[in-house]
């Protein structure tokens, strides 16, 4: 069995203060101790030691993607890398906390997973072999213009609230210059915007149906845009 320490005892409902839960979490190595010791992680421990290549934490976003696996976020697809982990013969354990969003677009729980920082490579390699998961291993975002970019992003990079808005669409971009009308329209030419967009020089990317591209590449999606519509009324 793991080490109990007071502060981590079942009969104490308060959390273990930072510096006690931080050195309980480098010295113990045991599974179910580790649970115990995950559910006393709170919000700001989380995010103060989730940064960095050196954090005591590894996000598990951050760990599907060192582990190259890609997926459409949900809580159903999530436990099967979750028991993955945990059901492995050499299992690593997987902590949460949840996020309680009262309004917004964002309403609703959002559970933040993560694992310890030193489980990073016996947890990638546990998911990368594991045979009921190499489906997830294709990514299915395609560069379809522009220069080829070493790093194709993944999945998750389009998610507001990880991605942290750094990828637009082309269609939130034709909105914004009052061109939202040629969305189901084809052009003169006979070809739809989505076809014109793959012969631009900024890189795009097709996901489910949707056309994105890096946020900062913005500006240079609208001149080619205008050149293609608004110079030719």
Request: overall charge positive; hydrophobic content about 35%.
């Amino acid at each position: 069995m793991g080490k109990i320490i007071p502060e981590a005892r079942e009969t104490d409902t308060r959390c273990i203060p930072g510096l006690i839960l931080k050195r309980a979490l480098k010295e113990e190595r045991d599974f179910y101790a580790l649970k115990g010791l995950f559910a006393r992680v709170t919000p700001r421990f989380y995010y103060n030691n989730s940064r960095g290549s050196d954090s005591l934490l590894l996000p598990f976003n951050e760990l599907l993607k060192l582990a190259d696996i890609h997926f459409a976020r949900s809580l159903t697809r999530i436990s099967l890398f979750i028991d993955a982990l945990e059901y492995a013969k050499e299992p690593v354990p997987v902590g949460w906390w949840v996020k309680d969003v009262k309004n917004g677009p964002q309403k609703g729980e959002h559970p933040y997973h993560f694992i310890l920082r030193d489980d990073e490579q016996p947890a990638i390699s546990i998911l990368q072999l594991h045979p009921q998961l190499q489906e997830f291993r294709i990514n299915p975002v395609k560069q379809i213009s522009g220069e080829l970019l070493a790093d194709t992003p993944v999945t998750t990079e389009f998610l507001p609230r990880i991605g942290s808005g750094r990828y637009v669409t082309v269609r939130s971009i034709l909105e914004k210059m009052g061109l939202d009308c040629l969305i189901s329209q084809r052009n003169r030419g006979g070809e739809r915007w989505g076809d014109i967009v793959v012969k631009s020089d900024v890189p795009v990317f097709l996901y489910r149906n949707k056309y994105l591209l890096p946020k900062a590449q913005t500006e240079n999606m609208v001149r080619f845009l205008r050149k293609h519509y608004l110079t030719k009324t």
